[in-house]
Structures are given as structure tokens and as C-alpha cells.
Nanobody, 121 residues
């Protein structure tokens, strides 16, 4: 599966932004999908994940209550709605797909190219 992330940009603290990740290839609906992010000078970290049938989601503590992951299998797209953005949310955001639902980066086989989010304070 190939992934294409989009929707990043420059926003102010407190604003909202929605990231999208469009998938091509077969069997999108069978994959768990996730968002990770990498801030400047830091390692990539888990943000959110959603299981193949949307019945289970998981969030990093730092974004819980502010970010929402969702998917539309008909559109082969996964979304990350980000509200109440903070300067510490500034990062390149990557979407990823896995055969297994996980918070672990190493479990994800397919990765998008990343979309940059900058939050000014």
C-alpha cells in the first residue's frame, strides 16, 4: 500500500488542523493505521492509531483529548483532527499502515512521506 499525507501547514496556538492520509493499493480496510510525528532534533514518536474496523483507537498521552483519529474506508483515507494545537505539536507528521494494531513504530510496514505542521505561539 502507498500512503500520501497532506494537510499540514502553519497555524497559531489554539487553532485546529486536519491531516489526511490517502492510501492506494489493495486491502486498505484490513490495515491498522497510525500517525507518528518527529519534532526537530527529536526521535519519531507515536501519536494515534486506529484498528482496521475502527473499534479501537489509541492516543499518546500528550494528544489525548485534543486529537482524533478516524478513517473512511470507502475513501481509503485516514484522518487526524488536531484541536487546541500547541507549539510542542510542531513536527513532521507521518501516516503509517500495519497488519497489526500497535503503538510501536517497528510494527508499521508502510509509511507516507510526511506533512509538516508548525504551530506558532
Amino acid at each position: 500500500v502507498q500512503l500520501q499525507a497532506s494537510g499540514g501547514g502553519l497555524v497559531q496556538a489554539g487553532d485546529s488542523l486536519r491531516l489526511s492520509c490517502a492510501a492506494s493499493g489493495r486491502s486498505f480496510s484490513n490495515y491498522a493505521m497510525a500517525w507518528f510525528r518527529q519534532a526537530p532534533g527529536k526521535e519519531r514518536e507515536f501519536v494515534a492509531a486506529i484498528r482496521w474496523n475502527s473499534d479501537i483507537t489509541s492516543y499518546a498521552d500528550s494528544v489525548k483529548g485534543r486529537f482524533t483519529i478516524s478513517r473512511d474506508d470507502a475513501k481509503r483515507t485516514v484522518y487526524l483532527q488536531m484541536n487546541s494545537l500547541k507549539s510542542e505539536d510542531t513536527a513532521v507528521y507521518y501516516c503509517a499502515a500495519s497488519d497489526l494494531f500497535s503503538r510501536l513504530e517497528r510494527m508499521y510496514n508502510y509509511w507516507g512521506q510526511g506533512t509538516e505542521v508548525t504551530v506558532s505561539s
